[in-house]
């Protein structure tokens, strides 16, 4: 897997965990947020480097995520409802590809390695639930992906 960049909304939870795990390990960020930078905790840290589409609704946010990616990653506990719903029927439509990752999988991080080498994804867009949806969504989705990213890290170059 040749990853180059991760981007997400910039939400609370699994967006905010996405970026800060590859911020920690030296791969490249972005995405696009809503107008306002704007978020449940009220404004993204200007520390995440999105850019704002021209609307403050979310849909735009993750539709634009989903289109200027090569796939989605959405990492739940198990449910997927509201934006993260919205985000699988995004790359459903656009025919983008989309692994749903439970937190509770027994190698989700084996699962992310072989489904983003099978489709080549440089562009990876991560989504899941708001920190206020699933408590300590952030941190169970910043564990898998700190140790997809060193295990990434670790592999020898092809």
Not at 110 to 116: F, N, Q, S, V, Y
Request: aromatic residues 6%; contains cysteine; glycine residues 10%.
């Amino acid at each position: 897997m040749r990853l180059q960049e991760i981007v997400s909304g910039g939400q609370t939870g699994v967006d905010r965990a996405a970026l800060d795990a590859a911020l920690d390990h030296g791969i490249d960020v972005g995405g696009w947020c809503p107008k306002g930078r704007r978020a449940e905790d009220e404004t993204i840290p200007e520390r995440y480097p999105l850019d704002e589409t021209p609307s403050a609704a979310y849909e735009q946010r993750t539709a634009w995520n989903v289109r200027d990616s090569d796939g989605t990653l959405i990492i739940t506990d198990g449910t997927t409802e509201g934006g993260t719903a919205l985000t699988r029927e995004e790359a459903q439509q656009r025919g983008r590809t989309v692994l749903h990752v439970q937190t509770g999988d027994p190698a989700p991080v084996d699962m992310i390695r072989a489904w983003g080498e099978k489709h080549d994804v440089r562009v990876l867009n991560v989504a899941g639930p708001r920190a206020s949806e699933v408590e300590g969504i952030y941190d169970q989705a910043y564990a898998i992906l700190d140790t997809f990213l060193s295990r990434l890290e670790a592999r020898p170059a092809a």
